[in-house]
Every structure is written in structure tokens, then in C-alpha cells.
């Protein structure tokens, strides 16, 4: 099966909506994504037209679909832009340029092909390349019992930081960071 590793447009809120459901209902979906499926389900249509639409700009964030041949979206990974001074998806201050990736799934029936490796590329390749500052490093955190992830993270290239956060509204667990330096010129 031969996919194409691309960036979201703004029409296709539709199908953005649709593999953040089928994400949250994945079987690890709890060790994976901060909401849950019913909390998604529920949220207007307006919500999926604005993350469509700035995924699609490309500025503050970008979200990557693998597209089969039959326009199924088989897996998605989300950048969010983290400059100096704004506060990440965790609540703290970000105290450099970095972009910090999110919403990683894959479906299962495609898992093993290489989507994820042709996500994860893009995903580094747009930071590498972004406007303005030159983004210092990409992050990303892992719940500290998702081992596969961990693992697949790892043969990726990203590095424990050593650092750990306390996951939003879930007190004792706790998401492991990783990160990838920007390459040297």
C-alpha cells in the first residue's frame, strides 16, 4: 500500500474529526491522548473547522496524514510551534525554540508499514525548516506506561530528557519527555 505523507488542508475538518475519533477509541488511547473519546465526540463542528484551518496555515501548528491511494487517512501526527516566553501544552513556560509533537496514531490495520517513520519525518523536516528562529529541538511526551511508543520513539532517534510532567488531571502519572537536537549544519 503506498501512502502519501502530507499536511492537512482547512476543508478537510471532516476527516480531522474523524482519526481523532478513531485514535481515541484505539485500545491504548488512555496511555496516549490527554481527552477521551465521548469529551471529543461531543465538541461542535466549529472546533474541527478552526484546527483544520490552522493546521492548514502552518504557523502555530501543522498536522501530517498518511493518505492511502483511496483517500483513507491511516495515521496523523500533530506539531505545535513552542517559542520562547509561551506557555506548552503542559502549562509551563517554553524557554526555547522548539515544536513539540502530538496526536501521533496510526491505525492498526496499517501499523508495521512505515507510516509512523514517514510521519515522523515530516514532522522533523517542517520544524528543521520553519520561519523565523531556528527551532533548537523537537519534544514530544510519553505516558510513562506506554512502552511501545517509548520504544518506537527511541529507535526514532529521540533522547529521554530525564525530565518528567505531571499528566493534566491525572495526579501520580506522570509523561516522560524525549527530544531530538537540531542537527548540526
Not at 483517500?71 to 525554540?97: I, K, Y
Not at 519525518?121 to 514530544?140: D, N, Q
Request: proline fraction near 6%; avoid cysteine.
Amino acid at each position: 500500500m503506498e501512502h502519501v505523507i502530507r499536511a492537512v488542508r482547512a476543508d478537510e475538518w471532516a476527516k480531522v474529526k474523524d482519526i481523532r475519533l478513531a485514535s481515541l477509541r484505539d485500545p491504548v488511547a488512555h496511555l496516549a491522548f490527554l481527552e477521551t473519546y465521548d469529551t471529543a465526540a461531543a465538541r461542535p463542528d466549529s472546533l474541527w473547522q478552526e484546527r483544520a484551518a490552522r493546521a492548514a496555515e502552518g504557523v502555530a501548528v501543522r498536522q501530517f496524514v498518511a493518505e492511502a491511494p483511496d483517500g483513507r487517512w491511516d495515521g496523523t501526527v500533530t506539531v505545535l510551534v513552542e517559542r520562547p516566553g509561551e506557555d506548552s501544552v503542559f502549562g509551563e513556560p517554553t524557554t526555547m525554540d522548539q515544536t513539540q509533537v502530538v496526536a501521533v496514531f496510526v491505525r492498526p490495520e496499517a501499523r508495521g508499514a512505515g507510516l509512523a517513520d514517514e510521519l515522523f519525518r515530516a514532522a522533523l523536516e517542517w520544524s528543521w525548516e520553519l520561519a523565523g528562529p531556528p527551532v533548537l529541538r523537537v519534544r514530544l511526551h510519553v505516558h510513562e506506561e506506554n512502552a511501545r511508543a517509548e520504544a518506537f520513539y527511541r529507535k526514532f532517534g529521540f533522547v529521554a530528557t530525564g525530565r518528567r510532567v505531571d499528566e493534566p488531571g491525572q495526579p501520580g502519572v506522570q509523561d516522560l519527555e524525549y527530544e531530538v537536537r537540531r542537527p548540526a549544519s
